[in-house]
């Protein structure tokens, strides 16, 4: 019998954060049982590198992550044993951008500003 893998995708405001409080109490149990499973959290939210980066370190998972509303993927250098495509390295993870830079939007608005 072929072994199930399982990921589990979250988001965090109102998911695995309280909406109010941005706690994730109620949500430590189930955290901490997935990481004795060795369930990958994969966190999939509109908050930055940063600001997940934070819950990441406080919870203890490692593992990649989505920020920007699907605007690019963060992995860990390392944590996959196999050669995959990504736009970058930096500061220790493979990152596949997925959205567009800021700066370029900004040089398309400015461009489109001029030639009105």
Known sequence: MQQLEVIIFTDLDGTLLDGLTYSYDKALHAVELLRKKQIPIVFCSSKTRKEQEIYRD????????????GGGIFIPEGYFQFNFDYDKAKDGYLIIELGIPYREIRRVLEKMRIDK
Do not use: A, K, S, Y
Request: aromatic fraction near 16%; hydrophobic fraction near 50%; avoid cysteine.
């Open 58 to 69: 406080e919870l203890g998972l490692f593992h990649p992550f989505i920020v920007e509303n």
